[in-house]
């Protein structure tokens, strides 16, 4: 073979293993599902959502796991929201090139990559300790909100950057102030990007264990944090932010380190419903930017 | 007057804005100064010379001895073996999609790698524990049930979208006429790819890399599932280790009293931690802007 063959060889074998190397991670993903559902999809049932975790393999459930995932989302959302919307509005469309605009946004991509365990040592430092909030639902959601903060940020004012100029220039032709013309006619517009980053955010929250860990929450826990809404004046209780909590990937954790097989099983099944959250919070998230990008056309 | 409560319901506004964006970094402040804080205390007790020359970490034990090094071994080798495993698999994909693959390919694989880094790492411990290490077992009977190999592999999987994703971004912003210059001397797609576009997007790959390698040196569950917690000074990938992150968990799991030695160990290997990735990740964002400036 000569030397012009060689590369020809060369160029088009390449193509295969390109292709190979490519497709290799789905085949990964297709075969650790699979193994997943053969292991857990018998144990998911009623008894699952509604048991407590059990010494017995068969009886074990992720009751108190779900409801504390759900209570930590829930105010997770709530701090971290709101709170990353204003940081980009900031840095989008107030902030002025000066060094404190640069450091701000340096900092901010450099937290975006601080592993998630020093944010559970951030989290032990200040809450449980020094704010005395203990291993409490408030210690953990206060901090992954810190955790996924830099998410809600970047995706937001990237959201915001897509908004085209002639927008803001037409509402303030019309004597709208600053505010106004952010309020009405750039947020508005930038909401399904906005939404993408929030949901993306959330999703990456779902599944932190290491930072939850850390902070001491329990790994095996048969209560429930108190009920947000009561049978008595004043109908809602606030008690339920100071109880202890675990979520689905710690519990998952806590059976994946049993040594007894059975309790694989239920790992197996709590991950089933895990991988079910993730996966239905990142198709909306494309779902989302999809039918956006098909809508508007600047 | 109307116009003058406007104006002051702008201000405050503005100001409410500026603090949120303020508050990132109070959130740097708060971590340096919380790891800070408990590591002044560690190192009151024990010398920084033997926190970074001793090769034994025991503090768990009777006879405590306070050596990093064990620890860092443990995370430099599941490290190295992820980026064996991502950097090959993970440059190549680039290629193909940025160089090789049509829009509508490249359009429908991006997404559905994305999937694979949105995976709970929870779920990729579980993997390697359940999956990865019997199946190696197979290869290499005196494997034990806690490895570094396992892992390792596993968390090189977890990365592989990242590298393949922004060296691919970076691949992309390569200009056209580049290429066609190659291209009218005879190269051949592959010559294009791997002598005038990679070299050309190399700060924005190498970006990636060390993007890869911080997320590995920082990655807690898969180790603290799959590679035993026996902090060893080894290179060895058949035999259980115990990664700096893997020991945070540890103690975390522990009911540690605050205000013990035990208990202030977990900053001082949290601060290390938190050292090496900050320096990785400046070097990734320099590098990155470096290659936004190029083209």
């Known amino acids: 073979m000569n030397r012009n063959k060689l590369s020809k060889w060369f160029d088009s074998s390449f193509y295969i293993i390109g292709f190979a190397s490519t497709l290799i991670g789905l085949a990964i993903l297709a075969v650790l599902i699979i193994d997943i559902l053969i292991d857990g999809a018998g144990r998911l049932g009623w008894q699952f959502f509604t048991s407590y975790p059990s010494r017995k393999p068969e009886a074990a459930g992720i009751l108190s796991a779900w409801i504390g995932t759900v209570w930590i989302m829930v105010l997770t959302a709530l701090l971290a929201v709101p709170l990353g919307i204003m940081a980009a509005i900031q840095l989008e469309e107030y902030s002025k090139k000066s060094w404190l605009t640069n450091l701000i946004e340096i900092n901010i991509a450099n937290l975006a990559g601080v592993p998630s365990i020093i944010y559970g040592l951030l989290g032990l430092g200040l809450f449980v300790r020094v704010m005395s909030l203990e291993r409490s639902v408030i210690s953990g959601a206060a901090t992954l909100a810190i955790l996924v903060l830099p998410i809600v940020i970047l995706s937001t004012r990237e959201a915001i950057r897509a908004i085209p100029f002639s927008i803001r220039e037409a509402s303030y032709a019309l004597g709208a102030t600053k505010w106004q013309t952010i309020r009405h006619q750039v947020l508005p517009a930038a909401l399904p990007g906005i939404m993408t980053g929030i949901i993306l955010a959330m999703s990456r929250a779902v599944g932190e264990t290491a930072p939850l860990i850390t902070i001491g929450a329990l790994t095996y826990v048969a209560f429930l944090p108190a009920s947000p809404i009561t049978y008595e004046f004043p109908f809602i209780s606030f008690q339920g932010l100071f109880d202890p909590f675990t979520v689905l990937p ?4 806590n059976w994946v380190s049993r040594p007894q097989k059975g309790f694989f099983a239920d790992a197996a099944a709590g991950i ?10 990142n198709a909306i998230a494309v779902w989302i930017r999809h039918k956006h990008s098909k809508k508007i056309r600047w | 007057m109307s116009k003058q409560i406007r104006r002051l319901k702008e201000r405050l506004i503005e100001g409410a804005l500026l603090l949120s964006a303020l508050f990132s ?14 590591t002044f205390e560690f190192f009151k007790e024990v010398s920084i010379i033997e926190f970074l020359t001793d090769t034994q ?15 860092f071994a443990g995370t430099l080798l599941t490290t190295l073996i992820a980026v064996i495993v991502a950097i090959p698999i993970g440059l190549t994909s680039a290629i193909y999609l940025s160089e090789y693959a049509s829009d509508r390919v490249r359009t429908a694989v991006k997404p559905a790698l994305e999937i694979l880094a949105a995976i709970p790492t929870v779920v990729y411990g579980y993997f390697a524990l359940l999956l990865v290490t019997p199946a190696l077992q197979m290869i290499f009977p005196d494997l034990s049930g806690f490895n570094a190999l396992s892992p390792g592999i596993v968390m090189g999987i977890m990365i592989i979208p990242i590298i393949s994703s922004l060296s691919e971004d970076a691949m992309h912003a390569v200009p056209m006429g580049l290429r066609e210059g190659a291209y009218a001397l005879g190269s051949t797609r592959l010559q294009v790819a791997t002598r005038v576009v990679v070299p050309a997007a190399f700060s924005g790959i190498a970006a990636s890399f060390i993007l890869g390698i911080s997320r590995a040196v920082g990655e807690t ?4 599932i799959a590679a035993g917690q ?11 280790v115990e990664t700096v992150t893997a020991y945070i968990v540890q103690v975390s799991l522990g009911d540690t009293p605050t205000g013990t030695i035990e208990y202030r160990t977990i900053f001082a290997v949290g601060i290390s931690l938190f050292v090496v990735t900050f320096g990785l990740n400046m070097i990734s964002y320099w590098l990155r802007k470096r290659f936004r400036e190029e083209y």
């Open chain 2, 57 to 71: 970490w025991t503090p768990l034990f009777a006879e405590k001895h306070f050596g990093i090094l064990p620890l």
């Open chain 1, 250 to 253: 710690i519990q998952i954790f």
């Open chain 1, 272 to 281: 089933i419903v895990l991988l079910i959250i993730t996966f239905l919070m």
């Open chain 2, 221 to 224: 569950m898969i180790v603290a």
């Open chain 2, 25 to 38: 970094i109070f959130i740097t402040a708060g971590i340096i100064a919380v790891l800070f804080f408990e």
């Open chain 2, 230 to 240: 026996q902090p060893r000074l080894t290179m060895n990938p058949f035999v259980p």
